[in-house]
């Protein structure tokens, strides 16, 4: 119920101070309907509203739908302070009384309205003689309430004053609203730029061109999902007789996984430039290990598969750090064997490391590839599979690499459908000649 003061207010109403007020009123909805960011918006609203009623003080309490309370935004007055952040129940006191009933309320004196909460004047030291509550309503859906406290000049709050506060409440309904899909929008293209950029890391570390040898054959390839992850390859011919594959799976997504992927990129550089000469796998993972450990936090890491090919012995030293079993197909015995062998994740505590070396004949395989694969998801929620992945290779092993690789990644895409690619499906094989 809206109590109605006679107070200034008659048959014959001061058309000047109408105008003047409607024009003051379209200054104020102009300047609250400008695209700014909303703890902006909210101080213009609370400062125009107190403006506008010619008011002590005024104060905004949006609303929470997901724990059904106000909670004071934004406040105007000596003591905004105390008021802050503090939280009301819907249906309590005069604003939670406003927010229930989705109506505005005048009250010419607030200490004779039971509803009228004392506590929040103890708690300032403000005297609050009258008020002007009104709910903003969006769609019939509640966004807050707006209120005005003690008319200047020991006045009363009267129609014209409740019919503009109302005319108010509806704007800055609208220009809440606004804020917000306008702070969505700038999320969004926040995103959008920093997936971008950790594209642009992750293309960049690459390999251009894989390096072209005598006895095998190497194909691999990195598809980045739409969130692009953590995925990382190289192959790094170290000198004429050694050449390094790896593949890492770097936790996180977007720009800070793909600064994890930089790390690891420059520490192999830096390494090589070292040790190119007297080079030892199991040092360099310890040695990779410690340093992400010192140099990332502890929610960082990654799981990584090395492996290190001895040309003039034909043979390959595996290295598996907490990733996905790098495959080897033994062509003369058409047996799939998982390399396992190693140790922990990168990143988490020190640890040392085992290896397992891996005799190649002629046209045997060697295939690396991370969880993108097995994990890809099709719109049942079912996952392509290790199983599946396996018997593909047993399959086909006969092919080129490259075939073989365009194979599995055509299986895979196929499988998935419609799903969107959830996570980077990266793949390498290596082919004995």
């Not at 929008?185 to 971008?196: C, M, R, S």
Request: some cysteine.
């Amino acid at each position: 119920m809206t109590n109605v003061s006679t107070d200034e207010y008659n048959d014959h109403p001061n058309y000047s101070d109408l105008i003047e007020r409607l024009l003051f009123f379209n200054k104020v909805s102009q300047n609250i309907l400008e695209k700014k960011p909303l703890p902006d918006l909210l101080n213009e609203i609370i400062s125009s509203s107190k403006s506008l009623l010619n008011a002590e003080a005024s104060s905004l309490l949006l609303y929470n739908n997901s724990e059904k309370h106000l909670y004071f935004h934004t406040v105007s007055g000596e003591k905004r302070k105390a008021l802050t952040h503090k939280k009301i129940k819907i249906g309590e006191g005069i604003a939670g009384w406003v927010a229930h009933h989705k109506k505005e309320i005048n009250i010419d004196d607030c200490y004779s309205d039971p509803r009228f909460n004392k506590d929040f004047d103890i708690a300032t030291g403000f005297k609050t003689r009258n008020m002007l509550c009104a709910p903003m309503i969006r769609k019939n859906e509640l966004v807050g309430v707006i209120q005005v406290i003690n008319k200047k000049d020991n006045r009363l709050f009267n129609q014209q004053d409740i019919d503009l506060f109302n005319l108010l409440a509806s704007e800055c309904a609208l220009a809440i609203e606004n804020a917000r899909l306008t702070e969505v929008e700038i999320k969004t293209e926040q995103l959008n730029y920093e997936l971008k950029i950790a594209h642009q890391i992750q293309q960049k570390l690459l390999p251009s061109d894989l390096p072209s040898f005598d006895n095998i054959d190497i194909s691999a390839k990195l598809i980045p999902a739409k969130e692009v992850g953590g995925d990382y390859y190289n192959v790094i011919k170290i000198n004429d007789n050694q050449t390094l594959f790896f593949i890492a799976d770097v936790s996180g997504k977007s720009v800070s996984a793909a600064l994890i992927v930089s790390t690891i990129y420059s520490f192999i550089q830096t390494y090589l430039i070292i040790s190119k000469e007297k080079f030892d796998l199991k040092d360099f993972v310890q040695s990779l290990n410690r340093f992400l450990i010192t140099s990332t936090t502890q929610d960082k890491f990654a799981t990584a598969w090395f492996g290190l090919l001895i040309h003039p012995e034909k043979k390959i030293i595996s290295i598996n750090a907490g990733h996905n079993p790098t495959y080897f197909f033994d062509n003369s015995s058409s047996e799939l064997i998982e390399l396992n062998k190693g140790g922990l994740l990168l990143g988490s505590i020190d640890f040392p490391y085992d290896s397992e070396t891996i005799n190649l004949k002629s046209d045997d395989l060697i295939i690396f590839y991370t969880d993108g694969i097995p994990e890809a998801m099709n719109k049942s929620n079912i996952e392509y599979g290790e199983d599946r992945f396996k018997k593909l290779i047993v399959k086909y092993a006969g092919l080129p690499p490259d075939k073989l690789l365009n194979k599995i990644i055509s299986s895979v895409s196929k499988f998935r459908g419609s799903a969107e690619q959830s996570d980077d499906v990266t793949l390498g094989v290596i082919k004995t000649n």
